[in-house]
């Protein structure tokens, strides 16, 4: 079992920068591959990034946020980031963390476990 805390979001301006943290609990949190979800009112769930699991030495993001975001994990603090910069106005979204006991996926069923998400708000 793994529980998932996420933190960090807010309201930035355009072209600013944000970081969001997921605190996971449980022994094995290095055992799984971690992502990021990101769900706009009105729209479906979507893929934003992953990290493999153990050193995290594998990463995959979408297209719309390469380049920006980078995500990255902690295994000693269990703690997975998502750094966020030059943010965009499309950015704007519920942000998830998700653990998957599979290898690293951009599929949301693949994902056992959720956080209950924080908000991101980019205006204009």
């Known amino acids: 079992q793994v529980q998932l805390v996420e933190s960090g979001g807010g309201l930035v301006q355009a072209g600013g920068s944000l970081r969001l943290s997921c605190a996971a609990s449980?022994?094995?949190?290095?055992?799984?591959?971690m992502g990021w979800f990101r769900q706009a009112p009105g729209k479906e769930r979507e893929f934003v990034a992953a990290?493999?699991?153990?050193?995290?030495?594998?990463?995959y993001y979408t297209d719309s946020v390469k380049g920006r975001f980078t995500i990255s994990r902690d295994n000693a603090k269990n703690t997975v980031l998502l750094q966020m910069n030059s943010l965009k106005p499309e950015d704007t979204a519920v942000y998830y963390c998700?653990?998957?006991?599979?290898?690293?996926?951009?599929?949301?069923?693949?994902?056992?476990?959720w956080g209950q998400g924080t908000q991101v708000t980019v205006s204009s």
């Open positions: 449980g022994r094995t949190f290095s055992s799984y591959a």
């Open positions: 998700a653990a998957s006991p599979l290898a690293m996926s951009t599929m949301t069923h693949n994902y056992n476990y």
């Open positions: 990290i493999s699991w153990s050193g995290g030495s594998r990463t």
